[in-house]
């Protein structure tokens, strides 16, 4: 079926090697009802690592590519090795991209040295880049370490857009803070809706906050306004996130189980709402990567 250009985003699946690439990847697929079970690399079922030596190591060795339908958008999934040897590859496949997303281990003092390079290249580029922090059903899961080391060792303007729900054997779910709505995940890969738990309504409520502020940093106007009222619209926060994010401002992160298809839907939303199709802001065929800030 063919796609407007508008409805097309090249999404790079980039990391470090172990951090649950792949898994992610399959998950959207699977989520997206571009296949009709759940592939795993650790089984060989998976649609990406399909050569038999990446079957039998149980890691990319080179870029692959999908595509996924989502709400009448066609996805492109580069999926892109991460171990330090096959890295290059990666590297210059995210040049055809229009958006990153930067897979996370759930723990502080975890990145690599070749997510670092991963991450030079995408602030080279003036790529968007989207942060899903994975693995959150894993022991000892631990979103704000993944945070701190997006701050500390990349150095990345990060803000949740999501809170994880639980973690370890209890994580199923997020906390969307643009509706402020619990997003719980079902068996299908898709999400139903529900008031935010009350244990978790402050810190939703101080999050959001937060993220309303960095949105509002990025607009002269909307500083002021914030200043004076406290608050944004919806209206106003959905199209200046949505601006900032296309303009690689600052880095929006998720939660998420890749492995198990937890945070999916959600993560795919975001891709087709807030990210830009090939040519709009510098990416992927556009103007001068260089011409944009840093992230």
Not at 134 to 158: H, P
Not at 169 to 178: A, P, Q, S
């Amino acid at each position: 079926m063919a796609h407007e250009v508008g409805q097309v985003r090249n999404v790079g699946i980039v990391g470090q090697g172990g951090s649950g690439k792949t898994s992610l990847a399959d998950a959207i697929l699977f989520t997206a009802g571009a296949t009709t079970r759940l592939g795993s690399v650790d089984d060989g079922t998976s649609a990406f690592d399909f050569e038999p030596e990446e079957t039998r190591r149980k890691l990319s060795l080179s870029t692959a590519f999908h595509h996924a339908p989502w709400k009448k958008h066609e996805l492109t999934l580069v999926d892109t090795p991460g171990y330090i040897n096959f890295l290059t590859d990666g590297l210059n496949c995210m040049r055809a991209c229009t958006v990153a997303v930067l897979v996370l281990e759930p723990h502080a003092g975890g990145v690599k040295v070749e997510a670092e390079r991963v991450w030079s290249r995408a602030v080279d580029l003036g790529l968007p880049v989207v942060a899903f922090v994975t693995k959150m059903d894993r022991e000892n899961a631990d979103f704000d370490g993944a945070l701190k080391d997006l701050s500390d060792v990349l150095q990345a303007k990060a803000v949740p857009v999501q809170l994880p729900i639980g973690s370890a054997e209890t994580f199923k779910g997020v906390v969307d803070l643009l509706s402020m709505k619990a997003l719980i995940a079902q068996p299908n890969g898709q999400v139903k809706e529900e008031a935010v738990p009350a244990d978790l309504a402050d810190a939703a409520k101080a999050a959001r906050e937060r993220l309303m502020e960095t949105v509002a940093e990025t607009d002269d106007a909307l500083v002021e306004q914030y200043l004076e009222s406290g608050e944004l619209t919806q209206d106003e926060l959905v199209k200046a996130l949505r601006v900032a994010v296309r303009d690689a401002r600052f880095v929006p992160v998720f939660a998420g189980a890749g492995a198990k298809g937890l945070g999916i839907a959600p993560l795919l939303d975001f891709l087709v709402e807030f990210t830009p199709a090939p040519g709009e802001h510098g990416v992927a065929g556009g103007e001068d990567p260089k011409n944009h800030e840093p992230i």
